[in-house]
């Protein structure tokens, strides 16, 4: 062992996904848990951003749902719906993975693992020498 972190990072709705498809993602992450190969993940609603190729496809097929750029933020809205996977069923998705996160962060929290970029102690050093927002400060 090195002790090195993993972040595993990924997107709930992707273009050719469905909710079978995305179901055993979830299910090859929890594994990937148990199994010690990553210690904290990220994920969000696949969202294409005006100007992007992404966005240009799912404009030109339909599966584009929402032309209000305020709800393009990957995180509480869906807006893109597939045939035989609705934006509903993406944001069930997105809810499963998002009950499985916060599993994992209250293990975390339990073992006193803090490593996230919202753990001040934790990135102190990179706040130090790295141009970051405000916000993290």
């Not at 992450?29 to 496809?57: C, H, V």
């Not at 032309?67 to 719906?81: E, F, H, K, P, Q």
Request: hydrophobic share 35%; net charge negative; aromatic share 14%.
């Amino acid at each position: 062992k090195v002790g090195m972190k993993v972040y595993l990072s990924l997107s709930v709705g992707t273009i050719g996904s469905s909710e079978k498809s995305d179901a055993r993602t979830l299910d090859w992450i929890k594994e990937l848990y148990a199994d010690g190969l990553f210690q904290e993940y990220q994920f969000s609603i696949n969202t294409p951003m005006p100007g992007t190729p992404l966005f240009e496809e799912a404009k030109n097929d339909g599966s584009l749902i929402s032309d209000d750029i305020g709800t393009y933020n990957g995180m509480g809205n869906c807006v893109l719906s597939y045939p035989g996977y609705s934006s509903e069923q993406i944001m069930k998705s997105f809810r499963d993975f998002e009950e499985f996160g916060a599993l994992i962060y209250r293990q975390n929290m339990e073992k006193g693992v803090h490593y996230s970029m919202y753990d001040k102690e934790w990135v102190k050093h990179i706040l130090a020498i790295t141009p970051i927002s405000e916000t993290y400060k």
